[in-house]
């Protein structure tokens, strides 16, 4: 295989101790879920936040504690002799909206931290994606190179002979000659870029073994249609940015109504078993009781908590339209540049069919004396660079559509 020989090739080159490794773009995925640290860090947090959900709802539930004396006597000297304990049980009947706010506030935390950590690995994916994609750009690549350097030998060969057959002077010759040696170069530096190309993929998936070569035998290629137009109004709805902003405007809104609930009493049910040595169950001081208390002053603390959570939700609700604002220009902006590399693909591989008969014909007329060197040389020429300029564009085609996959959510799909 073309790809395995430029591989061994290129592991003589850089590193007599690497070792060659075959990818694809399903294996890129799945390691990068399994190794990439920003994505083990985010899930961390995420469990964290879950945590702190959960514990917050215990909360509602009635709150037990068990306090036992022990007292010493010095004559007897023994602990146990005098002994009581008391069991409690305070039972939350209104607490100014503090529990309901506090739960409803880490919800939303929990909420939020999910968008963060869906924004987490969506960005890794793509980061992996685009050196993946530029990994098979670069394999892709080196066989156009290895294809040109074939066809310029061909033309060396051709070109010697009209030098030698005296139809054409040492000025075309030593042209052929140069651009030969150019094609070799370009075909070296990309043989010697597979380290790097690799090296930067691995450290995208999360790995340390740097000394591994990878290659690959996928090819870019434009196998999704160009999505429709979207509503972007709804589109953003579903974007980590918008739901992180938006959790944080309810959570603000449920402070203001914590801030409210302080100017409420605090109602809490009490029940008491007090238990002494030498008495039994049935005879100790069982009682229940419903505590009120209200803060009647605290020094403005009330007022300043007020408008605190006032100026908090105001933040939080520009913060919110920035947000929206910001997202739906970034949507347009991309949805239209992924529709010009759409386009453009379609274009250069138009051109590319053009270029590929032109010159077969010119090279014909050619040989046949009906055109001269110069009007030949520059069809072929262009035929090269019309190549290399449609993969350039599938590339930036694909890499336009892993973009727009990360910004809407597609590339979580099945992750």
């Known amino acids: 295989m073309k790809k395995n020989l430029v591989v061994l090739l290129s592991l003589l080159i850089v590193n007599l101790y690497a070792y060659a490794e075959e990818i694809n773009r399903k294996t890129v995925k799945i390691q990068t879920l399994k190794n990439n640290p920003s994505i083990f860090a985010a899930k961390l947090a995420l469990g964290n936040a879950k945590q702190e959900y959960n514990s917050s709802l215990s909360s509602f539930l009635p709150k037990i504690d068990f306090t036992a004396s022990f007292p010493y006597n010095e004559f007897k000297k023994n602990f146990l002799r005098n002994f009581s304990y008391k069991l409690e049980i305070a039972i939350p009947l209104f607490e100014g909206f503090a529990i309901y706010s506090d739960v409803k506030t880490k ?72 651009d030969s040696a150019i094609v070799e170069y370009h075909l070296k530096v990309m043989q010697r870029y597979i380290e790097t190309a690799s090296v930067q993929l691995l450290q995208a998936i999360g790995r340390n073994d740097y000394t591994t070569i990878l290659e690959t035998n996928e090819q870019i290629a434009i196998s999704e249609k160009l999505p429709k137009k979207p509503d972007y109004d709804n589109l953003i709805t579903a974007i980590p940015e918008f739901i992180i902003a938006q959790y944080k405007f309810e959570s603000c809104k449920i402070q203001t109504l914590k801030a409210k609930g302080q100017w409420l009493p605090l109602l809490t049910g009490n029940i008491q078993y007090p238990v002494i040595s030498g008495q039994t169950i049935d005879k100790c001081n069982k009682f229940a009781e419903i505590l009120f208390s209200y803060t009647i002053f605290n020094g403005g603390k009330k007022y300043a908590y007020m408008q605190i959570a006032s100026n908090n939700l105001k933040i939080a609700s520009e913060e919110l339209k920035n947000t929206a604002n910001n997202l739906k220009a970034r949507a ?71 973009e727009w996959n990360t910004f809407t959510g597609k590339s979580l799909k099945g992750k």
């Open 107 to 178: 919800a939303s935390e929990f909420k939020s931290v999910q968008a963060y950590y869906d924004k987490t690995v969506s960005d890794a994916l793509y980061k992996a994606d685009e050196a993946y994609i530029n990994l098979m750009w670069l394999y892709e690549k080196i066989e156009l190179l290895k294809n040109e350097k074939e066809k310029r030998i061909e033309d060396k060969n051709m070109i010697e002979f009209k030098y030698n057959s005296g139809e054409i002077n040492i000025a075309s010759l030593r042209k052929v000659e140069a």
């Open 332 to 402: 347009i902006e991309l949805y239209n540049n992924l529709t010009d590399a759409y386009e453009l693909v379609a274009l250069k591989t138009q051109y590319l069919n053009a270029a590929k008969l032109h010159s077969e014909i010119s090279t014909k007329e050619y040989i046949n004396g009906i055109i001269n060197y110069n009007e030949w040389y520059s069809i072929e020429k262009d035929y090269f660079s019309s190549q290399t300029e449609l993969l350039e564009a599938k590339k930036g085609a694909v890499l336009k559509r892993a």
